[in-house]
């Protein structure tokens, strides 16, 4: 029996336009029943998955981090599996789940592949896979427009993250996880619920997506040069090693700033300080090799 599937592309990802006929035809031939739903904006995404919860079996997101977190709200109401193309720049879900880049092996693993529960994270309402950040984070994600990530790629964020950094000024924070307080002076804060953001940094070395927790570092610099140091170890995971990276974890945190700072899930401003976290176990069910 055919597998009915929700197809949701978004077709000004990086590799929308080209690789995602190839990908309905595989789809195809693996017996899927694709009921295909124009998307204009990622703010339908939720609304569409939720009208369709009936008449599918499954739901199919071709697109980047940013295209899928718009899907967490209809997927956590209706609990329908996700299955993934990644068309992204990123695709730091994909990596997290050790997803295949060919999109016919995603085909594949979509068709052949195990479902997985996940957890989330939460942050003031709004759900995110991957990570949330204040400081650098938000400033690289407001020089990332889609034209400079289509044409660099994943380089892309290592040439905003040189910008943004010459330019970064410290800020003050308190940060609360269990039971204790940290003041801390840092330009960057991030919690992480996966274990990959920015195209491939690692949040902690030990990181996973169903660990029921999240990770938190700080990067309590002094010189600009002491980042870029830094960075070999942060797509490694290694970062904590460092002095001036501080690293906790836990399962809800809250993060107060002397003023507002915006907050960045998954790529997208979504939400500002004052922040309360938290991590919701096993919210999705994911396919995964």
């Known amino acids: 029996m055919n597998q009915r599937a929700l197809l949701l592309v978004n077709r000004h990802a990086r590799r929308g336009q080209t690789d995602l006929s190839r990908a309905i035809d595989r789809l195809r031939e693996l017996d899927f029943e694709l009921v295909e739903v124009p998307i204009e904006s990622s703010e339908q995404i939720s609304k569409v998955i939720r009208q369709h919860k009936d008449a599918v079996d499954l739901v199919i997101i071709g697109g980047g981090d940013g295209t899928l977190n ?32 060919s999109l016919a092996e995603a ?6 592949g195990q479902l997985e529960r996940i957890d989330l994270g939460w942050v003031n309402g709004n759900h995110f896979f991957n990570v949330a950040s204040l400081g650098l984070g938000v400033k690289i994600t407001q020089r990332l427009s889609r034209d400079i ?7 892309a964020y290592a040439i905003a993250a040189v910008q943004v950094l010459l330019k970064s000024v410290p800020f003050t924070a308190e940060i609360r996880v269990n039971g204790e307080s940290y003041q801390v002076r840092t330009v960057q804060i991030a919690i992480g619920n996966g274990r990959y953001y920015g195209g491939g940094m690692t ?13 938190l570092y700080s990067l309590e610099i002094q010189k600009w040069w002491q980042m870029v140091a830094l ?11 460092w002095s001036f990276v501080r690293s906790l974890s836990g399962q809800e945190i809250e ?23 938290r991590v919701i176990p096993k919210a999705i069910s994911v396919l995964v090799p």
């Open 70 to 101: 718009a899907a967490i709200d209809g997927l956590i109401a209706t609990q329908l599996p996700l299955g993934i193309l990644p068309l992204g720049t990123a695709n730091d879900l994909a990596r997290t789940l050790q997803l295949p880049t």
């Open 107 to 112: 085909c594949d693993v979509i068709a052949k």
């Open 149 to 155: 990530k289509r044409r660099w790629g994943v380089f």
């Open 203 to 215: 949040v902690a070395k030990d990181a996973a997506i169903d660990d029921q927790r999240l990770d």
């Open 231 to 241: 960075l070999p170890n942060m797509r490694s995971g290694t970062h904590s090693s």
């Open 255 to 277: 993060i107060k700033t002397l003023r507002q700072h915006s907050i960045n899930t998954d790529g997208e401003l979504t939400t500002t300080t004052p922040a309360h976290f």
